[in-house]
Nanobody
Framework: QVQLVESGGGLVQPGGSLRLSCAAS????????MGWYRQAPGKQRELVAG???????NYADSVKGRFTISRDNAKNTVYLQMNSLKPEDTAVYYC?????????WGQGTQVTVSS
């Protein structure tokens, strides 16, 4: 059974930082590309950052220079370090991966940026 479990969300002031984690099980994690997405109220889910099995990364323009995606294959975990947070970063953050033709999602973790 494939499972992705996100953690690390919370309430933070503008300019603050958070680190999200996504622990994977049921997959050969080291061979999988992983992604972080977010969905704000009333908006579509959007890609935030992705990392390949080889460690190559890509980012949405809105988070470049502020967010960093990384992975620890020994811990089957992908991270999203978020710095200089803005109110517009407020959303539910999800990690995902692809299993054959099926996209697997975690349950999400809420990030709220507010003073």
């Amino acid at each position: 059974q494939v499972q992705l479990v996100e953690s690390g969300g919370g309430l933070v002031q503008p300019g603050g930082s958070l680190r999200l984690s996504c622990a994977a099980s049921g997959i050969i994690f080291s061979m999988k590309a992983m992604g972080w997405y977010r969905q704000a109220p009333g908006k579509q889910r959007e890609l935030v950052a992705g990392i390949t099995s080889a460690g190559s990364t890509n980012y949405a323009d809105s988070v470049k220079g502020r967010f960093t995606i990384s992975r620890d294959n020994a811990k089957n975990t992908v991270y999203l370090q978020m710095n200089s947070l803005k109110p517009e970063d407020t959303a539910v953050y999800y990690c995902n991966t692809l299993l054959a033709v099926q996209v697997i999602w975690g349950q999400g973790t809420q990030v709220t940026v507010s003073s």
